[in-house]
């Protein structure tokens, strides 16, 4: 099977509403991994995972943050959940033009962009999202955020080395 460019975009973009929907506990929408993994051990592809950890995956919040994070978390899957069903139809969209004999240029760069469009909606919103959690840690949270960030930034770059010439 030959992977086209536009099939490549599409993984993309399922890969930015993923992390749209990460959990900032360190899961994904739905609960920890389903790959065999006990508490504590590394998963694979990399050093956390495909996609890593959630950006607060490891920090202790207190009930209050947890309530407010919950909340913030719950309005953004509702809105993420919106935008994929809009992506979806659109991609049906660019399925049919695809299919017809004469490809319509403008149709089919008008249809990219409405999809491009949704992207940065909902990178926009994970970003937004991401800052409300940031803006309610305290000192000690944002410096334990700090350490993890170095201490990933350090794993990643360890496990690209091999990959470097």
Do not use: C
């Not at 950006?55 to 943050?65: L, T």
């Amino acid at each position: 099977m030959r992977i086209t460019k536009l099939s490549k975009l599409l993984i993309a973009a399922l890969f930015v509403s993923g992390i749209a929907m990460a959990n900032p506990y360190g899961y994904g929408p739905y609960g920890p991994p389903m790959n065999g993994q006990g508490m504590g051990q590394k998963p694979m592809m990399g050093p956390d995972g495909m996609m890593g950890p959630g950006p607060f995956a490891g920090i202790e919040f207190n009930e209050k943050q947890k309530k407010t994070i919950d909340e913030l978390m719950e309005k953004e899957r509702k809105i993420h959940q919106q935008r994929m069903a809009k992506m979806q139809q659109t991609r049906e969209k660019l399925n049919k033009l695809y299919q017809d004999e004469k490809w319509d240029v403008e149709a089919i760069s008008n249809t990219y962009d409405m999809m491009y469009s949704e992207q940065r909606k909902t990178i926009e919103s994970m970003v937004k999202a991401r800052n409300e959690v940031f803006k309610m840690l305290n000192d000690e949270q944002r410096e334990q955020i700090a350490k993890m960030q170095q201490e990933r930034q350090k794993r990643m770059e360890e496990f690209q080395q091999p990959f470097r010439r």
